[in-house]
């Protein structure tokens, strides 16, 4: 039998994601077997055209040609998944979004003119139909081997969706805002990374996003009653996951009150 064809694709983004699938080695070799990589120039200098059964695809639309080629790349996958923050959220460089991208320009590069950008960073969702989502930054490998491995026994994949906070409980962390009033993202964070930063007295910055149903307007509030003001909240939520619906929203929303009252 032929085996499933996977494809990696990279657009805007630090790589990270790549590089969490290449650090899982045995777990990665077990998948390697099952499956047929044609496109991975992260890992090798092979690449073959489609189609693929299976894309996986990490990073922001942020040009043009971006634009363009995910079309493509939607067109030749059977499956398309978003890996890591970048592709589901817009990442980190979606901090763009709410500034002024030409100022940007100007203070980076010495020929701006020569740089081809669009207005925003995006996540591939709003571009092309994605069949699964991938979350974090980066993504946990571990996650990522299981996904595949529930497509390839032809089982519909799943990922925790409680929040961070049911993870500090069950590895028996202490509550870093009750203990020590550190402010913490964890209540509205997505499970993931089974909550490391808690685990090391931090608090949550949100790598995975939302978490379903987040609760963000509370949690603005609490954060308020112990001190924080609006732009510092704001501030909080506009990380790697700035530009997911409940953060953005938020964050916004935190900002205009900022301003209201400042006038």
Same mark, same amino acid.
């Given at each position: 039998m032929c085996k499933p064809r996977l494809a990696?694709?990279?657009?805007?983004?630090?790589?990270?994601?790549?590089?969490?699938?290449?650090?899982?080695?045995? *777990?990665?070799?077990?998948?390697?077997?099952?499956?047929?990589?044609?496109?991975?120039?992260?890992?090798?200098s092979h690449m073959e055209e489609g189609p693929y059964d299976i894309a996986l695809v990490e990073g922001s639309i942020t040009t043009p040609h971006d634009a363009e080629r995910i079309q493509q790349i939607r067109k030749d996958a059977r499956f398309l998944m978003t890996i890591g923050a970048c592709a589901t959220a817009g990442g980190i460089q979606a901090l763009r979004n709410w500034a002024d991208k030409d100022e940007f320009m100007q203070a980076v590069y010495a020929t701006p003119e020569y740089i081809q950008v669009l207005e925003t960073s995006t996540p591939?969702?709003? *571009?092309?139909?994605?069949?699964?989502?991938?979350?974090?930054?980066?993504?946990?490998?571990?996650?990522?081997?299981?996904?595949?491995?529930?497509?390839?026994?032809g089982q519909t994949p799943r990922t925790p969706r409680h929040s961070v906070c049911l993870d500090c409980k069950r590895r028996g962390t202490v509550c870093v805002t009750v203990a020590q009033g550190t402010a913490c993202l964890g209540p509205v964070t997505q499970s993931g990374c089974h909550a490391l930063c808690p685990s090391y007295n931090r608090g949550c910055?949100?790598?995975?996003?939302?978490?379903?149903?987040?609760?963000?307007?509370?949690? #603005?509030?609490?954060?308020?009653?112990?001190?924080? #003001?609006?732009?510092?909240?704001? *501030?909080?939520?506009?990380?790697?996951?700035?530009?997911?619906?409940?953060?953005?929203?938020?964050?916004?929303?935190?900002?205009q009150l900022e301003g209201d009252q400042r006038r």
């Open positions: 990696v694709f990279k657009f805007a983004s630090c790589d990270g994601c790549q590089l969490s699938l290449l650090d899982a080695e045995d *777990h990665l070799l077990a998948v390697a077997d099952a499956v047929e990589i044609v496109y991975f120039p992260e890992a090798t591939i969702a709003e *571009h092309v139909q994605v069949d699964f989502e991938l979350r974090g930054c980066p993504i946990n490998q571990y996650q990522l081997i299981e996904v595949i491995r529930s497509l390839l026994a910055y949100g790598c995975f996003g939302p978490a379903l149903q987040a609760n963000l307007v509370s949690l #603005s509030a609490q954060m308020e009653r112990e001190g924080a #003001s609006k732009a510092e909240i704001a *501030h909080k939520l506009k990380n790697f996951n700035a530009y997911a619906p409940a953060f953005r929203t938020e964050s916004t929303r935190l900002v």
